[in-house]
């Protein structure tokens, strides 16, 4: 009985290890298996259960890292990234752990991490572009992130739920109603798990907007269209008759693939053919296709397949042509390297203008499936080139793809697992609201520091536009400015008068205002603040310089006179009076002479050589009748030096504003019309100037030769025998200035 008991025993224990051996055997073996059929889902739990019986440490590590592919595949990204960290540490040899790690760490916004493993991958694997691709891609997608478009996101939390919703589409030609992918309750499949995602098996739902503009509940499509497979990824045309869509069940091989399909609305209902498209394909069932796009026309078809590519994991996209006669569509033709990456294309998208966009985690990026523009060839052929990341926030570190546009809105919606997400993806809309761009400012006295109110400031731009608007009481103005045009602001005085001067210049030509929108990606607001010149009793400009008593201009004087080719040129209403001051100095005859002969000078200059009107120029000598400092007042001062310094401010050629409303009949039409101000009379009494010294160093006028009076062909003056004018007489509400 002893030896009976002992036996059992030892039988016992040799079935109990052989029971655990097979247990243990059975799992890896399952879970590969389980893999190998795309049940990922079921292959993370088999391979989890196999761990704590493996003992052989490459074999331990070979599991962590398969559970680590599981998780990826079924998209769940936190829990591969520590499962090919887990691998790593178990020394698995295989360095697509550091790769696959590193884009995990992308797709969780974490990119100086995710830097580093990439740098790993490309010291292990210095051939493999992937490990620098992805340094790059990381380094740019952080500043696609520090400098966002203008792009507005919003997510459709009324229509998504606790699963994945994704690849809405338009299902009528008005855009009041979507369909879209749902893995939701309710879907025809019931509550049975699909071993591929350890999710509800996905269908066709729709959502309409309802009369307060809020989208309704989603419903799942009627008719016989879902099924206890997959369905999703639909195009439907404008009428809303027609629906393309993607369907994936097991093939006669009992392998998963997805195919295309054609639905009919019949009434309110969707009925589906009973076979796929086959693209004119023998054993079409071999491969997947999916994400079906068409042109309006429905003659063309872009769409996502693993075809030929070898690698079932992967895919590219391919068009096919419809073929009238034989009522078939044609064989697919693969979209080439412009779009097509090693890795995975998917989610095409044909907009109005042409362009094509898809999702693609093959190109530099921010990380997981990022949204791309593609440009189409020629308005004749159907080929796309320089694909462009729509950047942040349109792209995300996580998956962004399946997007769609309201017509030729800037507007639409998209899917997306971003932060924020609700559900495993949701549907994101978005806008990109218009570029506004504005300038402002305010036009003000530039020497009294007051504003000024009812200035022309008129605003040219070099798409054709033009615009005139008034100033306020407080001198401000506004304009709208236009995208991608550069302006150029002037400001007119007209009628412009204040309590410190009866008139204003115009803003002279050299200190336009320039601005551009061109180039500018954001809305932005310009400032350009402006100030005008009063009319004052001496205006002066710069100096003015003769040999010792002599009228004769020197070269440099010339220069100085142009400054008033400007100002008239800027200021086309304006008459002057040219007025040449010498100092005390001399006979009263002498200097009388003397100063009339040099205003002559300056407008010979400025008729003769510069082409100036001449009746808006009068020269004028004024002699010592005029003096801004009495003899008295000099001969008080201590210094020869002092002395000297204040008849050279009696010494000035200016000029003062006499009318402003002169009218050149013979002048080319402007497209503006000038509006004239108010005339001003003539000033005799002169008050502080506190501006710079104009006229160079001159002699008495002892010994200065008389001149005759300007031609006939100038404005006739009294000189030499000139007199101080009257005084004008100020309006009665105001004192002379």
Known sequence: MKLLRIFAFTFALLALSLGSAYAQKNFVKDADLAYKNKQYYNAVELYKKALPKVKKKEEKARCTFMVAECYRYIYDNKQSESWYNKAIKAKYPDPKAHLYRAEALKKSDRYDEAIVEFNAYKAAVPSDPKGENGVKSSEIAQKWKDNPTRHKIENMAQINGKEADFSPYWEDKKHLALVFTSKREGSAGGSTIDTKTGALFSDIFETKVDKNGKWSAPSPVAGTINTSANEGTSWVNAKGDHMFFTRC??????????????????????????????????????WNFRHPTLTADEQVMVFSSDLNTGDRENSDLFISQFDKKSKTW??????????????????????????????????????????????????????WQNPTNLKYPMNSAKDDFGIIFDGKKDKGYFSSDREGTKGMDDLWSFILPPLEFSLDGTVADCKNKVPLQNVAVRMTGSDGSSIEERTDKAGYYKFKLNPNVSYVIMVFADKTASTFAQGYFNLPEGEKGKMTTVGEDASKVFKKDFCLAPFE????????????????????????????????????????????????????????????????????????EKKMNPARIVPKGYGEKQLKFSDKEIAALKTEQEREAMHQKNRRTVIRVLKTDFVDPNAPKTDRAIIVPKVLGTQETYGDDKG??????????????????????????????????????APKDKKPK
Not at 269 to 282: G, R, Y
Not at 367 to 381: M, P, Q, R, T, V
Not at 566 to 589: C, F, K, Y
Request: hydrophobic residues 30%.
């Open 249 to 286: 069940g097991k093939n006669k091989k009992q392998v998963i693939t997805c195919a295309i399909y054609m639905a009919v609305k019949k009434g309110n209902s969707w009925e589906p053919e009973d076979k796929p498209i086959t693209f004119s394909l023998d054993s079409a069932d071999k």
């Open 537 to 608: 009793k001496e205006i002066r400009f710069p100096e003015v310089q003769y040999d010792l008593g002599k009228a004769t201009l020197r070269p440099e004087s010339k220069d100085s006179l142009n400054y008033l080719v400007n100002l008239l040129t800027d200021n086309p209403t304006l008459v002057i009076e040219l007025a040449a001051h010498t100092d005390s100095r001399g006979s009263d005859a002498a200097n009388l002479t003397l100063s009339q002969a040099r205003a002559k000078s300056c407008y010979d200059y400025l008729v003769e």
């Open 330 to 383: 044609g064989k697919p033709v693969n979209l080439g390297p412009n779009i097509n990456t090693p890795g995975k294309e998917g989610f095409p998208y044909l907009h109005e203008d042409g362009s094509l966009y898809y999702s693609s985690d093959g190109l530099l990026g921010m990380g997981g499936l990022d949204i791309y523009k593609a440009e189409k060839k020629s308005k004749d052929k159907w080929e």
């Open 692 to 729: 710079a010294d104009v006229e160079g160093t001159e002699g008495s006028g002892a010994d200065t030769p008389k001149t005759d009076a300007p031609k006939t062909d100038a404005p006739k003056t009294d000189a030499p025998k000139t007199t101080t004018p009257p005084p004008a007489t």
